[in-house]
């Protein structure tokens, strides 16, 4: 029973850090019921979230957020809220979707509120999933910024 309990306050946790990163109730589209939460054997913290055997996404120790997968991010891409998701032209799509970072030129539409460091979602134009990563700007800054990197990508959908 106790097992059980410690599960539920995880899944509630997680979810709550969802909620707080990417918008009101993401946490429960994001991480089903039946989601499985691996933590580390040495500090026993929350380290990775998957479901039907696809890690969703990882607990990153250092600030305590969420870095989404690929499959995680497709969970969520179609709410009209997501304040983490980025449209990009398609002539950059066909890069940035194998790994390349996005420049901030290539930004057709982005949340202002965005800060640095927070995690993200790349689209093309016709909000297809192309990667994820983290904001290298600001998402006023990515608008009025015709140079430099805007997107540091970790996973591209080819990559």
Do not use: W
Not at 10 to 26: P, T, V
Not at 48 to 74: C, F, S, V, W
Not at 92 to 119: C, S, T
């Amino acid at each position: 029973m106790k097992k059980n309990k410690e599960v539920n306050r995880d899944l509630i946790k997680i979810r709550s850090i969802a909620n707080y990163q990417f918008g009101k109730n993401i946490g429960k589209m994001l991480f089903p019921e039946n989601s499985i939460i691996v933590k580390s054997r040495n500090t026993g913290k929350i380290r990775y979230i998957y479901h039907n055997n696809k890690l969703l996404a990882t607990l990153r120790a250092k600030d305590g957020l969420l870095a989404l997968t690929l499959d995680g991010a497709e969970r969520i891409l179609k709410v009209k809220t997501l304040r983490c998701k980025i449209k990009i032209k398609n002539e950059a799509a066909k890069y940035v979707i194998e790994g390349k970072n996005v420049f901030a030129k290539h930004v057709i539409e982005v949340n202002e509120d965005l800060r640095p460091q927070d995690e993200v979602i790349v689209v093309d134009e016709e909000d297809n999933l192309v990667a994820v990563g983290k904001a290298v700007l600001s998402g006023e800054e990515m608008k009025a910024f015709k140079h430099g990197v805007a997107v540091k990508v970790r996973r591209g959908k080819l990559n």
